[in-house]
């Protein structure tokens, strides 16, 4: 056969009796569907019955059909590794037990044959999709890529629906940097996708869950949680060259979501505000001056609210540029000191010896009205340059053969 444009892998572990019904199915489809050469490679991940056997029967019958073997468990790994071995410039995979229609996957591959995505992912959460599942997994999904939004700033709307497709030159830059082999690998792919300033494009889908699925939610929900803790540290130490990655493939700017970063700003904007409140009312009775009082609590809080947002809400690192930075917060705070001063101005019009408590609060509310222009201050200006690194935008040698393939 020709290279295939295609390579749909199947991971599979134990799975003797459905495995062959499974690989029928989607050989069947792909011969009427897709007009392009394709591959379907079984990535048999340390089975212990007679699922390897299986796989070489369907490989022996069927030219488009390869099987593969792996010694150690982990569909993670087993991805890993024939992505990386695989010649095709297209590669997907979906779960053995073909939960997601099929028709979805045209539109899966396409944007990245076109060049015009990078990655592609099947959504549960769309309110395009149809799914059938009980409520308790439900619950856990929607918690799961809540969590992820809050804490790793994704963009993306369902991690772990097992359906998703990415461009060969995309997974030789990636997969070397994904770390877990186990379930999480798909979210860690996808984050580092996204931080790299790549394109996730998201499918829609009909989903109809597997009673019979084996998956443990409980121990998968600890080692997930783990994965984003890992995660969120290395992305903050700087220890994965997102960036670089970026700037040779990257169109420009690095994604980072919207909600994830409003999440992070408020936490940093609560405790913030404790520190300016705490300090406030501790200064106050000694500084004999609520305005002065204000002012010293004010910049102490201000410093500490742009180191945290720097690092935390915006993924800042290193030194440089934190000079320019801190200077723009400081400017913010200028404009957080009008607001605040001038409250309590006319609150002492009102009333002329106001109790601290009266001055806390009042203070309390014009920081509050002042946080929305600080949040959009800093995304806009002050970590602008940092949110998104430079890149060509142009496509890259292997996405234009991708583009040239499909013409």
């Not at 991971?11 to 199915?25: F, G, I, M």
């Not at 940097?177 to 790549?198: H, K």
């Amino acid at each position: 056969m020709s290279t295939p444009v295609l390579d749909v892998v199947v991971p599979v572990h134990n799975e003797q009796h459905t495995l062959d019904a499974c690989v029928e199915r989607l050989n069947g489809h792909l011969s009427h569907t897709f007009p392009y050469p394709y591959r379907i490679t079984i990535a048999d991940n340390a089975s212990t019955d007679a699922t390897w056997q299986v796989a070489r029967g369907l490989s022996a019958a069927y030219p488009a059909v390869e099987a593969v073997r792996l010694e150690e468990k982990g569909r993670g790994r087993a991805l890993k590794q024939v992505w990386l071995a695989s010649d095709a410039p297209i590669l997907a995979y979906m779960d053995v037990d073909l939960s997601t229609d099929l028709d979805a996957l045209w539109p899966l591959v396409a944007p990245l044959m076109s060049g015009h995505s990078d990655v592609a992912i099947g959504t549960r959460l769309h309110r395009g999709a149809r799914v059938v599942r009980g409520p308790k997994r439900e619950l856990v999904s929607r918690c799961y890529n809540l969590l992820l939004r809050g804490t790793l700033g994704a963009g993306f709307s369902d991690a772990q629906c097992g359906f998703k497709a990415i461009r060969k030159d995309v997974a030789d830059e990636l997969l070397p940097l994904v770390e877990d082999p186990t379930w999480f690998f798909d979210t860690e792919l996808l984050v580092l996708a996204e931080r790299s300033g790549l394109r996730v494009h998201e499918v829609p889908v009909d989903w109809f869950d597997d009673p019979d699925s084996r998956v443990d939610i409980v121990s998968t929900a600890v080692d997930d949680l783990r994965g984003v803790v890992r995660l969120r540290r290395a992305l903050s130490a700087g220890s994965l060259p997102v960036a670089d990655v970026a700037a040779r493939i990257g169109r420009g700017r690095s994604h980072r979501g919207l909600g994830g970063q409003l999440l992070r700003f408020a936490g940093v904007g609560v405790l913030s505000t404790v520190l300016h409140l705490g300090l406030f009312t501790l200064l106050r009775p000694g500084m004999g001056s609520g305005q002065a009082a204000n002012l010293v609590a004010l910049l102490a809080a201000t410093v500490a609210n742009t180191a945290l947002n720097r690092r935390w809400t915006f993924g800042v690192r290193g030194r440089e540029q934190a000079v320019r930075q801190h200077l723009g917060g400081l400017g913010v705070f200028a404009l957080t000191l009008v607001m605040t001063s001038g409250a309590l101005g006319l609150l002492h019009l009102w009333d002329a010896a106001p109790p601290t408590w009266l001055e806390t609060a009042v203070l309390g509310l014009a920081t509050a009205c002042s946080t929305l222009v600080r949040f959009v201050a800093m995304r806009r200006w002050i970590f602008r340059s940092e949110d998104a690194p430079s890149g060509s935008g142009q496509p890259s040698p292997e996405r234009a053969e991708v583009v040239e393939v499909v013409r």
